[in-house]
């Protein structure tokens, strides 16, 4: 069943709930450091409320543990959020209850009220039950814009739309699903998808679906290094997930004859992970026993972006090195900046890549950037979203 967008259903004078992502990064002092979900989630909610809606937006904010804690308030984002509105938000005591009920009998049309941290209670996660029906409670009609939460079965995510007969995927959710259905469904070829990051483990569903779909596969980042090892090349002190060897073979004999599956051939190798350490480029074959393998080499760049240069579509999520230090950060500014030159439509998913295109001043050239990692990872991979599953029923 297709999905119902917002502006499909009847809100004006009703009370409508909004999942959000509103997750922000917060420096030690409580204060946004990069605002870009709140930025993003407007469209949705400028939409309901010049509907005549009565706006009542809820998120998880940072790892709580289910415990009410000052420092995971969403009392700064509504302060932003007032300020990107240009009105007063309230941030509401909590996010069920009598006072939270009264406050939003309270609201006029138009109006917009922020529920405290979903995850102060500990159901939110566990999807319980009744706790879905007391958020349930408080609204008439759902809408899920919280793209960056769909993977989660969560009470706010998935458990609540059981009890409110109208329900619709936001602006900024309804993006997401069709970009990242252009490169699911029938994608243009020739497919490059470039993965890296630390572990080979988290992306092994992904690698597994990539191999009936892409035409390339390149694969960077710490993980490539458990892949090299299953090769039979020395990778010093370089990232190995030896549980993963085995997998990781497989994969490789698997794609053989299907895709073109390349590893890196040459590495930035330092003596420890240090900006200040002695570092050098060598090959696969020259990885010094005590060495550690920190970014892609010159030659990997080069056969990388040769591979980018051809791609109709691209899909990217992780780093091909420790980026964060400044001499492992050209392998990946090169794959942004090239994937940004490329004419094919790409995808750009996961806080670090999604990093990388922004530092590189390339977003804007950038298909689609995805505003949740572990949702898109899941979503390339062909499973189906609990939060997203949710929003198709009748109503
Ligand atoms: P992930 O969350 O799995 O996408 O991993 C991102 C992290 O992987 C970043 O913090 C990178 O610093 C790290 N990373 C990338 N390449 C390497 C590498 N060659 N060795 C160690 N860590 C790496």
Redesign the pocket.
């Known amino acids: 069943m297709a999905l119902r967008r917002v502006d499909q259903v009847e809100l004006q004078g009703k009370r409508v709930f909004i999942r959000v992502d509103f997750n922000v990064p917060l420096n030690e002092k409580n204060e946004i450091t990069d605002d870009t979900r709140i930025v993003l989630s407007l469209p949705t909610i400028r939409f309901v409320s010049e509907a005549g809606g009565k706006v009542v937006l809820a998120s998880h904010l940072g790892r709580p543990k289910g415990k009410r804690e000052p420092k995971f308030s969403l009392a700064p984002v509504a302060e932003r959020l007032s300020g990107l509105l240009g009105g007063s938000v309230s941030l509401a005591p909590d996010c069920v209850g009598e006072e939270v009920r009264r406050q939003i009998d309270g609201m006029k049309e138009g109006e917009v009220l922020l529920l405290e941290n979903l995850r102060f209670h500990p159901e939110e996660e566990k999807n319980e039950e009744s706790f879905s029906r007391a958020l349930a409670s408080l609204c008439e009609v759902y809408i899920n814009d919280a793209f960056g939460a769909a993977h989660r079965a969560h009470a706010s995510t998935m458990g609540m739309t059981r009890y409110i007969q109208t329900v619709a995927a936001g602006f900024l959710m309804m993006k997401e699903v069709e970009s990242l259905e252009r490169a699911l469904v029938n994608p243009q070829k020739p497919y490059v998808a470039i993965l ?4 080979v483990s ?1 992306k092994i569903g992904v690698i597994q679906n990539l191999l009936d779909k892409v035409t390339t596969l390149l694969v960077g ?2 993980m490539a ?1 458990t892949f090299l090892k299953a090769k039979g090349f020395g990778v010093g002190k ?2 190995v997930e030896g549980d993963q060897i085995g997998l990781s073979l497989h994969l490789l004999e698997g794609a053989k004859g299907k895709i073109k599956f390349i590893l890196p051939s040459d590495h930035v190798a330092a003596e420890r992970m240090d900006v200040q350490a002695r570092r050098e480029i060598v090959s696969n074959e020259n990885i010094p026993g005590d060495w ?4 892609i080499g010159p030659e990997t760049i080069r056969v990388f972006s040769d591979e980018i240069k051809t791609a109709r579509t691209i899909f990217w ?8 230090m400044e001499p492992f950060s050209q392998g990946t500014f090169a794959i942004a900046r090239n994937i940004a030159r490329s004419s094919a439509f790409s995808i750009v998913g ?1 806080g ?1 890549s999604v990093a990388a295109v922004n530092q590189a001043g390339v977003a804007d050239k950038i298909g689609h950037i995805s505003t949740g990692g572990g949702a898109s990872l899941e979503f390339i991979e062909g499973k189906k979203l609990p939060g997203i599953e949710a929003l198709r029923k009748e109503g």
């Open positions: 890296g990051g630390a572990k988290d980042g710490g290094y370089s990232l550690v393998c920190l970014d999520n992780g780093p091909m090195g420790v980026f964060e996961g670090d």
